[in-house]
């Protein structure tokens, strides 16, 4: 149950504290939580629960106020809640009316927060935030061939892709089997405990020396490896047969155990594929027991060839961050643009003038597309390189400033906030983690520019006094004053 709450909006002035005095509305969170539109958003989120069933849910300011707060500070979800117990300006950002020494919630429930925060809703927050509107009040989504060569182009759209890495240990074949192999012995045990049976032979203690003989192995090579994988591989499946000829007692295994088998027999299935096929390549592949829905993404950056994690396409326009396209699965995001130029349209009725894009991005189809849309693409024409004249190497230069602003994003989102691991387990969590880095990113920017204009307002309104004062001045000395 949902139980929504008073439409007006919250006043650091009625906040109450009982020791006395006011709260400064010159701190930051009483700044950000005004250029948050709470209103719509709760408005928004209300609607995804029941209002008749189940304990009232916690109000949508407090579990989205934890949220940023979590990712704005680089907590943990323990000391998040013990920060909010301690800090009256947190308590008032998170929608409470007045300062209370007890914890809002319990910690455990900042994991549900991000599962009731899924990603359609962060996405429909995200878009609201960003560009002041939700995406449905410019356009619908099934309308994507409302523009041509003639709709009015504005602003500039900039696109990059890159991996938001998980928290998972560096997976190789060894170490995911000698898991595997564990895990599975762990299984065989609860059974037969079950049962009350004796256990089958497993070979444990072999499997686990032969295990740490082999990566004791300073450089082994191919021929070794190969072994010592097979070894592993048969360890494995001696203890899949012992565990399905007791299939009839599976209901004893708690939902993680149960869980970890599926997994380990589709990990068993792809190894044992590369194994026989002597290659290091298979679809979908199963890199953590513990989270198998990551995946290598292959990158070739300098000290990070292959990341794991998800691949995020976004859109930078204006200094604002969209993610158009979240996947755990490797694409090639060139084949991207075309949706994102269409979203372009459904948030602003408009075609960005030009493309910032980079190599991957500018081939036949792409050029082609945005030739037909009268949309300027970055960067030089396919084929052999041509002389370029001193305007082309100004504009080569000038789109080049351009696109580093989305690097600088990236980096922004992987150095100050906590894009650069994701450790959150679940993929709906991961997912929700993600957008909420995001969104704290845009709030970043939406403060910047609030303070650049109220700053702005100021000085024009200090330099528009003092030429009043000269004038005033020029004229009292006219008159002989």
Same mark, same amino acid.
């Given at each position: 149950?949902?139980?929504?709450?008073?439409?007006?909006?919250?006043?650091?002035? *009625?906040?109450?504290?009982?020791?006395?005095?006011?709260?400064?509305?010159?701190?930051?969170?009483?700044?950000?939580?005004? /250029?948050?539109?709470?209103?719509?958003?709760?408005?928004?989120?209300?609607?995804?629960?029941?209002?008749?069933?189940?304990?009232?849910?916690?109000?949508?300011?407090?579990?989205?106020?934890?949220? /940023?707060?979590?990712?704005?500070?680089?907590?943990?979800?323990?000391?998040?809640?013990?920060?909010?117990?301690? *800090?009256?300006?947190?308590?008032?950002?998170?929608?409470?009316?007045?300062?209370?020494?007890?914890?809002?919630?319990?910690?455990?429930?900042?994991?549900?927060?991000?599962?009731?925060?899924?990603?359609?809703?962060?996405?429909?927050?995200?878009?609201?935030?960003?560009? &002041?509107?939700?995406?449905?009040?410019?356009?619908?989504?099934?309308?994507?061939?409302?523009?041509?060569?003639?709709?009015?182009?504005?602003?500039?759209?900039?696109?990059?892709?890159?991996?938001?890495?998980?928290?998972?240990?560096?997976?190789?074949?060894?170490?995911?089997?000698?898991?595997?192999?564990?895990?599975?012995?762990?299984?065989?045990?609860?059974?037969?405990?079950?049962?009350?049976?004796?256990?089958?032979?497993?070979?444990?203690?072999?499997?686990?020396?032969?295990?740490?003989?082999?990566?004791?192995?300073?450089?082994?090579?191919?021929?070794?490896?190969?072994?010592?994988?097979?070894?592993?591989?048969?360890?494995?499946?001696?203890?899949?047969?012992?565990?399905?000829?007791?299939?009839?007692?599976?209901?004893?295994?708690?939902?993680?155990?149960?869980?970890?088998?599926?997994?380990?027999?589709?990990?068993?299935?792809?190894?044992?594929?590369?194994?026989?096929?002597?290659?290091?390549?298979?679809?979908?592949?199963?890199?953590?027991?513990?989270?198998?829905?990551?995946?290598?993404?292959?990158?070739?950056?300098?000290?990070?060839?292959?990341?794991?994690?998800?691949?995020?396409?976004?859109?930078? /326009?204006?200094?604002?961050?969209?993610?158009?396209?979240?996947?755990?699965?490797?694409?090639?995001?060139?084949?991207?643009?075309?949706?994102?130029?269409?979203?372009?349209?459904?948030?602003?009725?408009?075609?960005?003038?030009?493309?910032?894009?980079?190599?991957?991005?500018?081939?036949?189809?792409?050029?082609?597309?945005?030739?037909?849309?009268?949309?300027?693409?970055?960067?030089?024409?396919? &084929?052999?390189?041509?002389?370029?004249?001193?305007?082309?190497?100004?504009?080569?230069?000038?789109?080049?400033?351009?696109?580093?602003?989305?690097?600088?994003?990236?980096?922004?989102?992987?150095?100050?906030?906590?894009?650069?691991?994701?450790?959150?387990?679940?993929?709906?969590?991961?997912?929700?983690?993600?957008?909420?880095?995001?969104?704290?990113?845009?709030?970043?920017?939406?403060?910047?520019?609030?303070?650049?204009?109220?700053?702005?307002?100021?000085?024009?309104?200090?330099?528009?006094?003092?030429?009043?004062?000269?004038?005033?001045?020029?004229?009292?000395?006219?008159?002989?004053?």
């Amino acid at each position: 149950m949902y139980r929504e709450k008073d439409k007006s909006q919250l006043t650091f002035e *009625n906040f109450h504290l009982p020791f006395g005095g006011r709260l400064d509305k010159e701190n930051r969170w009483i700044k950000l939580s005004q /250029i948050i539109p709470w209103d719509k958003i709760e408005t928004m989120y209300a609607g995804k629960f029941s209002s008749t069933q189940g304990a009232p849910a916690k109000p949508l300011r407090m579990a989205l106020g934890a949220l /940023i707060i979590k990712e704005r500070c680089g907590f943990t979800d323990e000391e998040t809640v013990e920060q909010i117990k301690e *800090n009256p300006y947190l308590q008032y950002f998170i929608g409470q009316e007045e300062y209370s020494n007890a914890a809002p919630f319990d910690a455990s429930m900042m994991v549900h927060f991000r599962k009731r925060l899924d990603s359609e809703t962060m996405k429909e927050i995200n878009e609201l935030i960003a560009t &002041g509107k939700i995406r449905e009040a410019t356009k619908k989504d099934d309308d994507r061939d409302d523009f041509g060569p003639g709709t009015p182009k504005k602003g500039k759209l900039i696109v990059d892709a890159s991996c938001m890495p998980s928290d998972i240990r560096y997976p190789n074949d060894m170490s995911l089997l000698d898991e595997a192999r564990t895990r599975t012995e762990k299984i065989i045990d609860e059974l037969c405990k079950a049962q009350g049976i004796k256990k089958p032979r497993t070979y444990r203690q072999n499997a686990r020396k032969h295990f740490i003989r082999f990566i004791h192995e300073k450089k082994p090579n191919g021929k070794k490896v190969r072994k010592a994988i097979g070894k592993q591989l048969r360890y494995v499946h001696r203890n899949l047969k012992n565990i399905g000829e007791m299939s009839d007692f599976y209901e004893v295994l708690n939902n993680g155990l149960y869980r970890d088998l599926l997994v380990i027999h589709e990990l068993y299935r792809q190894q044992k594929e590369m194994y026989d096929a002597k290659k290091h390549r298979v679809e979908s592949r199963i890199v953590s027991i513990a989270q198998p829905h990551v995946r290598p993404i292959v990158r070739g950056k300098a000290g990070a060839p292959v990341e794991f994690g998800a691949k995020v396409e976004v859109s930078l /326009i204006d200094g604002y961050t969209f993610i158009d396209y979240l996947s755990w699965e490797n694409f090639n995001e060139s084949q991207c643009l075309k949706g994102q130029v269409e979203d372009y349209y459904k948030r602003f009725g408009c075609l960005p003038e030009s493309i910032h894009a980079d190599k991957i991005y500018r081939n036949r189809e792409n050029r082609n597309y945005c030739k037909g849309l009268n949309i300027r693409l970055s960067g030089p024409a396919l &084929g052999r390189p041509a002389e370029l004249t001193k305007e082309e190497k100004r504009q080569m230069r000038e789109d080049n400033s351009v696109r580093n602003s989305v690097e600088g994003k990236f980096g922004q989102g992987k150095r100050r906030f906590g894009l650069s691991r994701i450790m959150a387990k679940l993929q709906e969590t991961s997912e929700t983690v993600i957008w909420i880095n995001i969104i704290v990113m845009n709030l970043e920017r939406r403060l910047a520019v609030f303070l650049y204009y109220f700053v702005h307002r100021i000085r024009r309104f200090i330099i528009s006094v003092k030429q009043h004062y000269r004038v005033s001045m020029t004229s009292m000395l006219a008159v002989g004053c």
